[in-house]
């Protein structure tokens, strides 16, 4: 009787094991700008922060949302170009991933710059990557972010405008949520070819931020865009604080 009964459970655990749907977290997921996971809403993107510099000298920086077991080469140049193409300075391995702190060498040919882009970019072919910039002044203290939020912000303030993708209906619209939205700020929204993030895209509309933080909103796709399968998608501030944030998404109303 009871050699029966652990027969039956035995047969119970593996019917529900072969029935039981795939976790979220376990199925493949499309990859958004900045190389992060998508899980069901919920966008992860891997981001560093300048921790403190050393002029003409080196860059401490510190990592989030890193990939585990991935490999980055690090990479440094001009202002404006987020780090593209740059001057490589090292590569690193990302171990466990998550908050990792590094120290990379500034290259001699960008001695005496103002400021300097940074990038690190997977040399794997996962897709991950991430950039930031920097003053090149051994005063510089962090403020996080890509690039400088403007005063007055206390220092240590690391957080950045980001958004991702709740819903999209073919050829019509894209509805997405927003994270450290700045408050009383002026946005424009860009939509353009996948690849450029959004970068001199089509004009979409503008909007003010109002009280900031995380908001759902949903925005037309320009007729220029249509039958495009993939779309990339800018919000920017016009009003001169320098905030933005991108992504993209699939130009499909099942996405």
Not at 51 to 58: G, L, P
Not at 125 to 144: L, P
């Amino acid at each position: 009787m009871f050699k029966s009964i652990k027969r039956l459970i035995f047969v119970f655990v593996v019917l529900f094991s072969i029935l039981m749907p795939i976790p979220a977290s376990a199925a493949p997921a499309p990859q958004g700008t900045g190389g992060g996971d998508w899980y069901y809403g919920y966008h992860l993107i891997p981001v560093f922060f300048v921790d403190s510099v050393a002029r003409d000298v080196s860059v401490t920086v510190t990592t989030y949302n890193f990939p585990a077991g991935d490999s980055f080469v690090v990479l440094m140049n001009v202002m404006g170009t987020h780090g593209m193409y740059g001057i490589p300075v090292a590569t690193v391995n990302s171990g466990s991933g998550g908050t990792l702190t590094f120290t990379f060498n500034i290259p001699p040919a960008l001695f005496g710059l103002q400021q300097i882009a940074i990038r690190m970019q997977s040399n794997t072919g996962s897709g991950y990557f991430a950039y930031n910039w920097f003053y090149n002044n051994t005063a510089f203290v962090s403020s996080g972010g890509r690039g400088n939020p403007p005063p007055p912000i206390p220092i240590g303030y690391w957080y950045y405008p980001t958004f991702w993708i709740s819903g999209v209906l073919r050829d019509s619209s894209v509805t997405i949520v927003t994270n450290n939205l700045p408050a009383n700020d002026i946005f424009q929204v860009l939509m353009g070819p996948m690849g450029s993030l959004g970068i001199n895209g089509f004009p979409v509309t503008t909007f003010n931020t109002g009280a900031g933080g995380a908001q759902t909103l949903t925005f037309n796709v320009p007729p220029p865009m249509y039958g495009a399968p993939q779309i990339a998608i800018r919000l920017q501030s016009i009003s001169g604080s320098g905030f933005f944030a991108y992504n993209w998404f699939y130009n499909n109303s099942t996405y």
